[in-house]
């Protein structure tokens, strides 16, 4: 399908009112905030906290984590105003919480998650979804049956620039997509200090195996994600390696893990994620037989055409860029200035970030009863995929995808 012109520029307008979302809501809900309660305020719940501050729809009245020196900076962040808690269950008990942000380590998401909707609270909890199938299953009943909102953290689903690669995608820019590449490289343990040695397996829950599936679930699931979005698919397949090859440290997860799904329609998945060289960093790319679009970092959006594709319509009102001698289309949901040098990230300049933008709606969504866009049925393939992947790894066979598996009831 080619598009015209006059679409091009319908579709920026399009994006350039959804970019404006984030600011209509906030003021919506202006005069009637909603009081929130933070489970979990390491790493990834401080950036979630300091979202949630800085946002006119939310009041953040307290704070939860077992560790105080997590506790204590959570409670600076919110300028002493929130209450701390070492117990979930005594937060739990405050009757003038509405919704719950939970960020703990994975093992602890459903039973956490459940505990919260059956205390009438709306629950955003942090990706992968559950530490097993049968507990995102119990996560989505209980949800069901409460009555509460349930979302959860893949945050690719709230950045404006993987929504035009769909789009662009789904258009036909690429023509028909024959394999995807994704990765997450690093170079580095993946271990966080710790001050004291009876503290290890709580601050660095993700390198053991009764916490965390590793780079699986913490890393591939979220591109993995974006994977079955684009193609509005799930796998039929997949084989694996991996192994703790490097970092000889008592770690009980993979350090590198290399993967191969099969798709319908003979397209090919390869994912790859290693702790010892960064070169490439992480992002997704979608090859087609007209063309490619790459997304690198949570930011940038490349469109390559092939050379003997036709060009498009729009091509000419679009910004460019030179990467490595060829032309890229840089996808944008607004228009910027031209991009004047390789690996310039301009995708969500003078935007809010994803993370800010998924629990401003989350909060919509508390307000007005409204389905946030990755529910607990959105999340559950991206948990299935990972782990088949793992089952894959461990038997050293062709692990064979089971329909039922990918369904959340």
């Known amino acids: 399908m080619r598009m015209t012109r006059r679409e091009f520029l319908k579709q920026s307008a399009v994006a350039a009112a959804a970019a404006s979302f984030s ?61 701390g808690y070492s117990d979930y269950r005594a937060l739990l008990e405050r009757k003038d919480i509405e919704a719950v942000v939970i960020a703990t380590p994975l093992h602890l998401h459903a039973p956490m998650t459940i505990d919260t909707l059956q205390a009438g609270k709306h629950v955003f909890c942090e990706k992968a979804i559950a530490y097993s199938i049968d507990e995102a299953r119990q996560m989505a009943q209980t ?10 953290g ?53 390198l053991y195996k009764d916490y965390s599936h590793g780079l699986l679930t913490e ?54 994620s290693i702790t010892t060289n960064a070169y490439d960093g992480y992002g997704e790319w979608f090859f087609g037989d007209k063309g490619t679009i790459v997304l690198t ?14 060009k498009l319509e729009w091509e000419d009102d679009a910004n460019t860029v030179q990467v490595d001698g060829r032309r890229a289309v840089v996808i944008e949901p607004t228009p910027t200035r031209r991009a004047p040098q390789r690996g310039e990230q301009l995708a969500q300049q003078g935007q809010r970030n ?21 529910t607990a ?21 062709v692990y064979e995808f089971k329909p039922d598996e990918f369904r959340i009831t």
Not at 249 to 268: A, Q, T
Not at 354 to 365: I, K, P
Not at 386 to 394: C, D, P, Q, R, S
Request: charged share 20%.
């Open 143 to 152: 949800a069901q049956r409460t009555g509460k909102i349930l979302q959860i």
């Open 297 to 310: 970092n949570e930011t940038s959006g490349l469109l390559f055409r092939e050379r003997n594709a036709e």
């Open 23 to 83: 600011t209509l809501i906030a003021r919506a809900n202006q005069q009637e905030k909603v009081k929130v309660g933070v489970i979990g305020t390491g790493a990834q719940g401080q950036n979630l906290l300091r979202q949630l501050m800085s946002m006119p729809s939310a009041e953040v009245v307290a704070v939860c984590d077992i560790y105080a020196p997590n506790r204590i900076r959570a409670i600076e962040l919110t300028q002493f105003r929130a209450q």
């Open 219 to 272: 890393l591939a699931s979220h591109q993995l994600d974006v994977v079955n979005w684009f193609l509005g698919a799930l796998p039929i397949s997949v084989m694996g390696y991996g192994g703790i090859d490097y970092w000889k440290d008592g770690r009980e997860v993979y350090d590198n893990v290399e993967l191969i799904f099969n798709y319908p329609g003979g397209v090919r998945v390869m994912y790859t």
């Open 354 to 374: 994803a993370y800010y933008a998924q629990l401003e709606h989350f909060l919509h969504c508390v307000r007005t009863g409204e389905q946030p866009k990755c």
């Open 154 to 206: 893949h945050q690719r689903h709230y950045n404006d620039t993987y929504h035009q690669a769909y789009w662009l995608l789904k258009e036909g820019t690429i023509g028909k997509i024959t394999h995807v590449r994704v990765l997450w490289h690093r170079n580095n343990s993946w271990r966080r200090p710790v001050p004291d040695p009876k503290f290890e397996r709580l601050l660095n829950w993700r």
């Open 377 to 397: 049925a959105d999340a559950m393939p991206a948990l299935t995929c990972v782990l088949g992947a793992k089952t894959a790894i461990e038997t050293g066979a």
